[in-house]
């Protein structure tokens, strides 16, 4: 209730106090791009992979997918990692500018839903969301950081997304079901098959999936094989049914 009251703080301050655009300092009111900005955040092409959201011709699933499927099912992602969204990322996960979660889950509950969204928005009221099955996920799950990565940032950037998400489209969500017991080496400079076996054995799930249908929240997909390791391990752990749920995706 605290921090409810206190986000209500905060967005009425935000709504009535000039600020500046994050990326160009253009003065702005109740929001954190102006809408150039906003407009310039890069989008994915319509037509991609179902399951890891990387362009095909069709619509239909890429050739890796179908050579190699991942052990999520499929991908929702809000944007394309690029110029300028990339430096609002690099701002949030290392700069602690903790108000772009908002950003971030109000745009990808907007692609979730199929709804065309305000990118600006702070909050705004629940969204149902509806599957390709027809029907909600059961529960929503993030990334989970090493504890060592955590004391060190201070917070899990994943899981102030999927914190708001949850809030945002009415659904359950559990902070702590997953854990990362294994501090790896970062992914960046490896390549597909060392990223892989760099995972190994890097996430456990103590919680009981059986039967349910999960979205696992990260704010960038690059390889998939953080995401897709911890799919393999939550579908271990009972879940049918994984979606990988991101802010944005890499191509």
Not at 47 to 74: I, S, V, Y
Not at 139 to 167: F, K, S, V, W
Not at 173 to 189: D, F, L, N, S, V
Request: glycine share 8%; aromatic share 6%; with cysteine.
């Amino acid at each position: 209730m605290f921090r409810r009251y206190l986000n209500s703080c905060v967005q009425f301050v935000q709504s009535r106090v000039p600020q500046s655009c994050l990326l160009c300092g253009t003065g702005v009111r109740g929001a954190l791009l102006c809408a150039g900005c906003a407009g310039d955040l890069p989008q994915l092409p319509e037509m991609r992979c179902p399951q890891c959201a990387l362009p095909t011709p069709d619509g239909g699933l890429c050739g890796n997918c179908l050579k190699r499927p991942p052990h999520f099912d499929r991908t929702r992602a809000a944007f394309r990692y690029g110029f300028p969204l990339d430096a609002l990322v690099q701002a949030y996960k290392y700069r602690h500018r903790l108000e772009l979660a908002d950003l971030f889950a109000h745009a990808l509950a907007g692609e979730l839903v199929g709804k065309v969204l305000p990118v600006n928005a702070f909050a705004g009221p629940p969204l149902k969301r509806v599957g390709p099955n027809g029907g909600a996920v059961d529960l929503i799950l993030c990334m989970p950081l090493h504890p060592d990565r955590l004391a060190e940032r201070g917070y899990n950037q994943a899981t102030e997304i999927a914190r708001r998400l949850a809030r945002h489209l009415q659904q359950p969500w559990a902070a702590e079901a997953c854990r990362r017991i294994r501090a790896t080496p970062p992914q960046a400079g490896l390549g597909l098959k060392a990223r892989r076996s760099n995972l190994r054995g890097a996430f456990v799930c103590d919680a009981d999936l059986s039967g349910m249908r999960v979205a696992l929240v990260d704010d960038v997909m690059t390889s998939g094989s953080s995401l897709n390791e911890l799919a393999r391990v939550v579908k271990k752990a009972g879940a049918v049914e994984v979606e990988a749920w991101v802010v944005a995706r890499t191509l």
